[in-house]
């Protein structure tokens, strides 16, 4: 998989992408993640890459040269399934729409910032468009890293047990059971038995069971 990340904040993803996992995958080449800096695209000569909104009114609109600048390049080079732009009025993500975006093998990850983008770019670019909560971020560069980590982890390879990806909680509308490691007594807290009994059934089972009761009182919502 390869992300192209466009961002006028090229910085913010240092940290993220270059630890654990993340850094994981790339280094055993499952991964590339590209990140662009907007203001390589500005044809301006103070490399400003947004401007006052028509119409007036607060804010700074990013505007279309430099995103078609850098879009058109990257699509001249290679084919990209999807152009993602990250914004709080896109369709939420949640890990069904994580699963189905997994199978792609490149997409473009837009960063807006300020009040957002140029609204042609959305019109003529994107392909889709993804919120990560009904709430507001200073720009989309972290929701561009929430998407990322979720997608990444799914590309097979990148976790060590294969199947831990599958046991995720939403994997199957389930939250995940409880989870325990040594000691198997702490404290005088103990492990439930079935966990330590080695029968593998009744451990299944038993998986099962908490994940329905804890979906059922955190999440009913997912059950219906
Ligand atoms: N940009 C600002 N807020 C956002 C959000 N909640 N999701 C995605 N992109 C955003």
Redesign the pocket.
Known sequence: MRLDIITCLPELFDGPINQSIVKRAQQKGLVEIHVHNLRDYSTNKHKNVDDYAFGGGAGMVLMIEPIDACISKLKSEREYQEVI????D?ET?NQGIANGLSMNENMILL??HYK?VDQRVRDHFVTRE???????????E???M??ADSLIRLVPGVLNDESSALTDSFQDNLLAPPVYTRPAEYKGWSVPDVLTSGHEANIEKWRHDEAVKRTQERRPDLLT
């Open positions: 732009y990250l914004t709080p896109g993500l960063c807006g957002g993804i919120s990560i909560g009904d709430y507001v971020l200073s720009g989309g972290l929701a561009a929430v998407l």
